[in-house]
């Protein structure tokens, strides 16, 4: 199986940050409450002097199912996890910000994949999911979260793909042809210069800035080229706007600077907390 996930790593140029593994699907229930149903994720409430709900600028959407995992994790990932007692329980955690106002696309995009999750858990189906995995301790105990990039089949074809998952580089491959929802909003047209340093791209996913960076590398390469930007030369390229824009005034606060950005857009659709953290308490 370990060379199956070499072929389909290679197929589809996932990238090293990503597990692959062959699990289960199963629906998870918390309280009586179908996780496994697009559902709002809990949030802080802010109550006005006057007793009224303040305004949620950030809400949060997820689809959570239980997982059986059939195949190893990387050891770096594993390993600490054979002294566990008990086995912590795993999970794909698919969650994203729906923006103020809402973007239908992304819930849309949501509702889809959790009937395809709930498919597969019904059916039993054994398939292999590509995911940037986390542990975390939540009410003191250990679990491990799996933010899924894509679900393949053992034949290798592609039953549901992140559409933030090329966007970041995470995986070079097509969306499945059963695949309706494939944008995280509306596709607007690329600013000359992006306006504002934290500003988001909303059907990219991608800061605007490192959205606009790709577009022009893309445009200075040579026609015939094929090859995504890398991402260096991306961040290269914002860095020095933020030089030129006196938003940092040296190279190393610009490359610092570029990169947070980068990982705040990241972090809101694959998790926080870097690739393999050790357990922490979530914020």
């Not at 940092?248 to 926080?272: C, K, P, V, W, Y």
């Amino acid at each position: 199986m370990n060379d199956n996930f070499a072929d389909l790593r290679q197929k589809f140029r996932i990238s090293t940050l990503c597990q692959i593994f062959e699990v289960t699907l199963h629906p998870c229930w918390e309280e009586g409450f179908p996780r496994h149903h697009v559902h709002r994720l809990p949030t802080q409430v802010v109550i006005e002097s006057k007793g009224h709900l303040g305004v949620d600028l950030d809400p949060q959407m997820g689809v959570v199912l239980h997982v059986m995992r059939h195949t190893v994790l990387l050891p770096l990932v594993n390993d600490p996890l054979l002294k566990s007692h008990p086995t912590p329980p795993e999970s794909i955690y698919f969650a994203m910000p729906v923006g103020t106002p809402l973007l239908v696309q992304r819930t849309l995009l949501m509702q889809e994949a959790s009937r395809v999750f709930i498919d597969l858990s019904q059916d039993e189906t054994r398939v292999v999911l590509v995911a940037i995995s986390h542990r975390r301790l939540i009410n003191r105990h250990l679990v491990i979260r799996h933010c899924p990039v894509a679900l393949a089949s053992h034949e290798g074809d592609l039953l549901w793909l992140h559409p933030a998952g090329p966007n970041y580089g995470l995986i070079r491959a097509p969306f499945p042809k059963a695949q309706r929802r494939r944008t995280l909003g509306p596709k607007l047209p690329l600013k000359r210069d992006p306006d504002f340093f934290n500003e988001m791209d909303d059907a990219t996913g991608l800061p605007t800035m490192y959205a606009y960076a790709k577009e022009c590398l893309k445009a200075a390469q040579e026609a015939d080229e094929k090859e995504e930007p890398v991402f260096a030369a991306v961040l290269d390229f914002q860095a020095q706007s933020l030089i030129r824009r006196a938003i940092a005034e040296d190279a190393e606060t610009a490359i610092t600077l570029a990169t947070q950005q980068f990982l705040r857009g990241f972090e809101s659709f694959f998790g926080m907390g870097g690739l393999f953290p050790e357990p922490g308490h979530l914020d």
